[in-house]
């Protein structure tokens, strides 16, 4: 499932119907972990202003299904991007086609390890390089930038 575009791991459902929203437009789609049942899938696809979720499966036998409409008959395919291509067509059991591919952003707004309020910690820095090191580089030669700690001068007590 990694190599498929528009998978975004394990993200919440809120944060799903945020970037779903944020494309903006009826047909735009994702790939999430479900939430609730391990293992399985869910594609979330916007209409009408609401997102609409089937769970997505892959049997013993490593073929994939998803769970739409009960009128539907279940279809198996070999890979997702086949299943993706299928629901690309129109009345095939989800409420609207898939038109508008969401893929997942180059960098994680948040690690699934990491809560919204924690700051990720900076990388380690090479050994033997010291803190200037970084904010000097731009300087010209001989020149370099201190942190300088403001001085504050007492105040003298008025004599009695």
Not at 18 to 37: M, P, Q, T
């Amino acid at each position: 499932m990694d190599f498929v575009p528009v998978y975004h791991g394990p993200i919440g459902k809120a944060l799903c119907e945020r970037r779903l929203c944020d494309a903006g437009r009826d047909g735009s789609y994702l790939i999430r972990d479900s939430e609730s049942v391990p293992g399985m899938y869910c594609l979330c696809v916007l209409c009408k202003g609401y997102v609409y979720t089937y769970r997505l499966h892959q049997d013993a036998e490593g073929s994939w299904a998803a769970d739409t409409a009960p009128d539907q008959q279940k279809r198996l395919f070999r890979k997702v991007k086949n299943l993706i291509s299928a629901f690309e067509k129109p009345d095939q059991g989800i409420a609207i086609p898939l038109l508008y591919p969401v893929p997942r952003p180059l960098v994680p707004t948040t690690p699934p390890y990491m809560s919204t309020t924690e700051q990720p910690t900076p990388p380690p820095r090479p050994a033997g390089q010291n803190h200037n090191q970084n904010h000097n580089q731009n300087l010209p030669q001989g020149q370099h930038q201190h942190k300088s700690t403001p001085r504050v001068k007492a105040k003298k007590r008025p004599s009695v």
